[in-house]
Structure formats: C-alpha cells, structure tokens
C-alpha cells in the first residue's frame, strides 16, 4: 500500500526503461570484452616467451651438434672407442673386375 502510494504519481516511460537496460548490457558487453582481450594477450605473450626459449635451445643444440660431429672429435673416437686406424698403402686391396 504504501508503495502504490509513493509510485503513483511515477509515470514508467518504456522506451527510456528500455534504452537504460540497453545502455548497461551494452557496458557489460564493452567489460566482457576489454577482459576477454587483456587476458587473450597475456596468453599471447607467455606463448611467445615460450617460443623465444625454445628457439634459444634449438641454438643451443644445433651449436652442440655440430661440436660433436666435428670431423677430428668422429676420427678420435673411431680411434679410441673403436680401435680404428688409417689404412696403409700394404693394407689396400684393389679389386678388379
């Protein structure tokens, strides 16, 4: 009772209730948004940062590959592990057909 009597004289225009709820969908939607973008990017970076270690491993590796395929480290470890030598001039067989 009490409040049919205060809102007797509030006239409800629906055009300006609906512009209102129209305005603050619209400003949540802008929030959603915002968020949704800041926290793809920060995505976006971590994923890069990501790629720049992996690429300075793969430096890395490729430096240490190329370190062990050197031709005098193969020939030392054909020597040592393998018991590999140089054959001589005597040792060459020469096969015709």
């Known amino acids: 009772m009490i409040f049919s009597k205060i809102f007797q004289h ?6 300006v209730v609906l512009m209102i709820l129209a ?10 948004a ?12 971590k994923l890069e940062n990501r ?10 590796l490729l430096l ?11 020939e030392r470890q054909a020597r040592n592990k393998l018991h590999m030598i140089v054959p001589t001039a005597q040792m060459t067989i020469v096969v015709k057909p």
């Open 10 to 15: 509030v006239r409800i225009d629906i055009p």
């Open 64 to 74: 240490e590959q190329s370190t062990w395929a050197t031709p005098g480290r193969v």
């Open 23 to 32: 305005v603050l969908l619209s400003a949540i939607v802008v929030v959603y």
């Open 51 to 60: 790629r720049d270690q992996l690429e300075e491993e793969w430096g890395r």
């Open 34 to 45: 915002k968020h949704s973008g800041r926290s793809e990017f920060v995505a976006l970076q």
